[in-house]
């Protein structure tokens, strides 16, 4: 994994890196602040942060120690997988859990999640565990490791809650439900610290509003789970996988793929239900559960076809590295992510260079790529005026007098101007996530009297 990722090792923080993760390990690293402080707090529990923070302890702050900190946390998740994989396809032919695991590492989002410090990533590694200790029968152990993964993210409560249930109302068994209190507790804890010292339950307002209440519109939820089906069962070349699965679904059966399914099917409810911004990378910790499915299934088929069916789905995987869907997406899916951060630090490096003492109007993150130098974008802190977004509506209402230089860029992969570009789907694309195209350069130049220097 580490030899794998070793030319993005230099890259520079992205997006909730720089703007949450990276500030709050900071926070515990100086002062052993759980809540953070140098950042707008919120519910997640510090769990990847702690992580972050003991290796800037031991080997320095910098972004490299950090991506190969979760590099390693990555491999163990792909262990974990591999063996929960042979658990759940035994009898299954064909190598079944090899594939499995080829199939998470070829896996465009996880490829480019596992050196982020970022949640999912980490909450895959310990739900994989989780339910492998499960299978094993090892209560104890698993409710540790259910322990640690709540504290790690909120959302995952659902698993420990799936394997209580599980033991009490199938298999009777009340003192070993009893274990999976412990997260609950864990969890608990953790919201009573961050209400004493925010004095909110989830941190802040805006989180909740956004997360919560305005999460639970029938809308947001149908648009959701739309997008959950399409990324698991379509996206990325997975659609060769789906037919796998219809194909052999009679392979998925027996106690350890039930609980494993509804491991599965509660993590995608309680993330689609409760989250404002509906990310793929909510589902990570699915892909091993959903890629041993379909490797299991596709034991069904002869010989050939199997290996025909997993080296075409491996291809498409790979190739989702770097082709970016013709829709709006996010940069974090595949690498698109680094030549969004490349040309922010190029874009910095430049203002390093020939403007160090302008004052930078921008829309976040590059306003707080530019203010930090741990972040790995400068060298020395240049300053920064946020505006509110790249819409002509939000440059031309911020106050002229307050910055000196405005840089604009693409926040968003935009939709205009590319293969499915029409009058029929423009209207639907941008009602996607609320999408809205940004003001382009002659838009800007029109409204606000600004002179392009650049693009």
Known sequence: MIALHLPLLKFPFHWDELGQFAPASLDLYQDGSLVAHSTLPNVHPPGVMAVVALTWRIFGVSVASARVAMLVVASAGLLFSFLLAIRLCRGAAGAPAFAAVLFLMASPIFFSQSEMILLDMPTMTFTALALLLFLGERYAACAAACTALVL???????????????????????????????????????????????????????????????????????????????????????????????????????????????????????????????????????????????????????????????AAMLALLIAGWFWNPPYPFSYENNLAWTDFVALQKEAANYLEAYAPDKRVASAWPFTGAIKHPYLGYVQRPLASVEIPGLHLDDIAGFDRNSYDLLVVYEKFWTFEGRAFDNALLRPIIRQYRDYHPQATEAEIQDGTGLEASGS
């Open 152 to 310: 790690i993210k909120e959302t995952s409560i659902s698993t420990p809650m799936v394997f209580g249930a599980w033991l009490l109302f199938r298999e009777r068994k009340l003192r070993e439900a009893l274990y999976f209190f412990a997260p609950a507790i864990a969890l608990g804890a953790w919201l009573v610290l961050l209400h004493h010292k925010t004095g909110h339950w989830l941190g802040n307002e805006e989180f909740a509003r956004y997360n919560v209440s305005q999460s639970l519109s029938f809308l947001h939820i149908v648009q959701g789970f739309g997008g959950r089906l399409h990324f698991l069962f379509i996206a990325d070349g997975r659609f060769i996988g789906t037919i796998a699965l219809f194909a052999g679904f009679r392979m998925l059966r027996g106690r350890a793929w039930r609980i494993a399914g509804l491991v599965a099917v509660a993590q995608i409810f309680v993330v689609t239900v409760f989250g404002g911004a509906l990310l793929e990378r909510y589902l990570i910790p699915v892909l091993p559960i959903l890629y041993a499915a379909i490797a299991a299934a596709a034991s069904v088929y002869p010989a050939r076809w199997r290996w025909c069916s997993h």
